[in-house]
């Protein structure tokens, strides 16, 4: 199975740099605000460079959740077998969104239920 970078589901995740695009780009809007109150004139220089980049971040994170809300109208929904939650999957494996177990849609990567097994 694919090895997630965090530990969440797919959809959390691309959700997650969404918001670290946004934070970032207002870091950054911010930071060359700054500039203005240490460098005076030469800073206004520095803000509006700053404000392109962080303007740029922000339009990646607009678009990195317009992505992620397109990938949530298509994908999977599934009762999740360990928590019961209903639980959105991408792919043929994915996270649970609550609880973290692995889902898998794939016969061949699926581990076998606990009353197979008693059996």
Request: glycine share 10%; proline share 3%; charged share 15%.
């Amino acid at each position: 199975m694919k090895n997630f970078f965090f530990k969440s589901a797919k959809i959390n995740e691309f959700r997650l740099w969404g918001l670290v695009f946004t934070l970032v780009g207002m870091g950054v809007m911010i930071l060359g605000t700054a500039g203005i109150v240490f460098w005076g004139q030469a800073g206004k220089i520095i803000a509006a460079i700053f404000m392109v980049i962080g303007m740029i971040s922000l339009l990646i994170s607009v678009a990195v959740y317009f992505w992620a809300g397109m990938m949530s109208t298509s994908a999977t929904m599934l009762p999740c077998p360990e928590c019961g939650r209903q639980t959105k999957m991408l792919g043929k494996t994915d996270r649970c969104m609550y609880c973290k177990t692995m889902l898998t849609l794939d016969p061949a990567q699926a581990t076998h239920s606990p009353s197979e097994q008693q059996v």
